[in-house]
């Protein structure tokens, strides 16, 4: 056999903003939760179930830097990842085990205005320019950033 594959994609909203945290040595480790939302329509009571599950992430280094300072609670964002579990013994010496997603890396979709409506740098929202839809589906309002931890970062980065 060739091997194994611990891969993770997932378009959500986050549940509340990132908690942010830093090392002994200062690099940066951001948590935090998205949503994602099934839809499915019930022939039997001719209605729309929707199911929601919850995502717990894990995002280190420069990317929870990015995180910090742009995501906020309600926020869209696309998440490339893999699946990692840890165990423990809770205070009532329980095993406990919680799975996680680490983050290679991400990208916040929507305008500047997405989510509360905090934005993402500002309230002018700088060059933010709709783009129209040519599919008849949703898209993304500005083109979506890849963020990558190998890449350099400038203090600004533009959206």
């Keep these: 056999m060739a091997g194994s594959v611990n891969k993770v994609i997932l378009i959500g909203n986050?549940?509340?903003?990132?908690?942010v945290r830093a090392t002994q040595s200062g690099d940066k480790i951001a948590n935090m939760t998205?949503?994602?939302?099934?839809?499915?329509?019930?022939?039997a009571t001719g209605q729309r179930d929707e199911?929601?599950?919850w995502h717990r992430l894990?995002?280190?280094?420069k990317q929870a830097e990015v995180a910090e300072k742009f995501l906020k609670k309600g926020k869209s964002v696309y998440v490339e990842g893999r699946i990692q579990s840890r165990?423990?013994?809770?205070?009532?010496?329980?095993?406990r085990t919680q799975y996680e997603i680490i983050v290679d890396n991400f990208t916040m979709l929507g305008g500047p205005r997405d989510g509360d409506g905090a934005g993402m740098g500002?309230?002018?929202?700088?060059d933010y320019?709709?783009?129209?839809?040519?599919?008849?589906?949703?898209a993304p309002s500005v083109a979506?950033?890849?963020?990558?931890?190998?890449?350099?970062?400038?203090?600004?980065?533009?959206f």
């Design 129 to 138: 320019q709709p783009r129209q839809s040519t599919m008849g589906t949703t």
């Design 14 to 19: 986050l549940g509340k903003d990132p908690e």
């Design 58 to 61: 894990v995002v280190f280094g």
């Design 87 to 95: 165990k423990w013994t809770d205070k009532e010496n329980q095993e």
């Design 122 to 126: 500002g309230s002018s929202g700088g």
């Design 144 to 158: 979506p950033k890849k963020i990558s931890a190998e890449a350099p970062f400038d203090d600004e980065i533009p």
């Design 34 to 43: 998205i949503a994602t939302t099934e839809s499915r329509y019930n022939k």
């Design 51 to 53: 199911s929601t599950e």
